[in-house]
């Protein structure tokens, strides 16, 4: 892990900031992803400074040369995590550290600087407090953060930069998926494979997500929500969705869910589910399933519910599956009872409405 370095963060405010009455008018329904904040946050690295020249400044246009290393060599990675509005008033974020830490982690993995954890959540924490305004006060509203970094070097040679760009923005943001239907339908991809052994899996990426736009086109052609994928080797085992983790509940009260091991984004939700299942005295696996287990569970009634569970989505319930050999329904095919219970607990937790017994919460205010 990096070596703590404080940063002091020069802030500019926006000189033209949205109005309030047209920001309100935005956050009544703002989707996700699509509303952007007044300010951005920007942290400049280089092997002969190191960290520097932080700052808080309107959000706007970056401005690379056309041989910047991103561009050609796609050194780049980033993190999701969200702020949230507490009953009292206040905001807070849900386990920023484990973001700060994988944020470490897929640095490394892409041969890029690892960043301090608490240099991380300074600029989060900055941020937040530039644009609180923008948390939405609708049910299930927050406010997504967006961190990333990129090579931002001029020059074409393969090998890591020697100059990154560290930003983070911010999109207020309302329910992920579109639509009213209680469960989400997956296309299990039969041509591509997320990733494989000793590639970037475990990163967090966005050559990852640019290999899964294809298939995820395939999902949709099908009438399908999202595509799920097998593993590598033997296309065989079931790993995750194009971005987010997947658990199964079966019949006897026990969840599994694909293991870690390299090519699965170690997910924070999935890991905080791990754990509250486990407090609820839950039989937890961490084991590998197969497309054809899964289809005969559900078929048989073995397998009750499966949910897929991330930071934008939360935990979203799975309620048919298909694809070229398989087709069938997990369920009623709706919103399972313990997937809902889950997504409940979770929510209350982050919310401030239910007690934080692991200390997963920060507030910020």
């Keep these: 892990m990096a070596t703590e370095q404080k940063l002091s963060f020069a802030v500019r405010q926006h000189p033209g900031p949205v109005a309030a009455a047209t920001r309100d008018e935005l956050l009544a329904n703002p989707g996700f992803g699509k509303i952007f904040t007044d300010h951005m946050v920007v942290i400049r690295y280089s092997t002969a400074r190191g960290w520097h020249d932080a700052e808080v400044k309107p959000r706007g246009p970056i401005e690379i040369d056309p041989a910047c290393a991103v ?8 993190e999701g995590l969200k702020a949230y509005r507490l009953p009292d008033g206040g905001v807070s974020l849900f386990r920023p550290e484990a973001n700060a830490r994988r944020f470490a982690d897929s640095a490394r993995r892409l041969a890029m600087p690892e960043m301090p954890v608490e240099m991380f959540l300074d600029s989060i924490r900055e941020l937040v407090a530039a644009d609180r305004d923008w948390i939405p006060t609708i049910e299930g509203g927050s406010l997504y953060l967006r961190p990333f970094m990129f090579a931002s070097e001029t020059f074409l040679g393969v090998k890591p930069a020697n100059e990154y760009l560290f930003m983070v923005i911010a999109s207020p943001a309302g329910a992920y998926f579109k639509g009213d239907s209680p469960a989400v339908s997956l296309w299990v991809s039969d041509d591509y494979s997320r990733a494989g052994p000793g590639g970037t899996g475990a990163a967090k990426c966005g050559g990852n997500y640019a290999a899964s736009l294809l298939p995820q086109s395939q999902a949709i052609a099908e009438g399908c929500d999202q595509v799920v994928f097998l593993d590598a080797a033997e296309h065989r085992w079931v790993e995750e969705l194009g971005g987010m983790n997947i658990f199964f509940v079966f019949d006897d009260g026990s969840i599994s869910t694909p293991p870690l091991g390299g090519t699965i984004l170690p997910g924070i939700t999935r890991d905080s589910l791990l754990t509250l299942a486990r407090d609820a005295g839950i039989v937890v696996r961490e084991e590998r399933y197969s497309i054809d287990e899964w289809q005969a569970d559900a078929k048989s009634g073995r397998l009750r519910e499966a949910f897929a569970c991330g930071t934008a989505a939360v935990v979203t319930s799975i309620g048919s599956v298909r694809g070229t050999s ?10 399972g009872l313990l997937t809902e219970k889950f997504r409940a607990q979770l929510t209350a937790i982050q919310r401030g409405h239910a007690p934080d017994q692991h200390d997963w919460v920060m507030r910020l205010s």
């Design 71 to 78: 561009l050609h060599y796609a050194q780049e990675i980033f």
């Design 326 to 335: 398989v087709d069938f329904r997990i369920g009623n095919g709706g919103q």
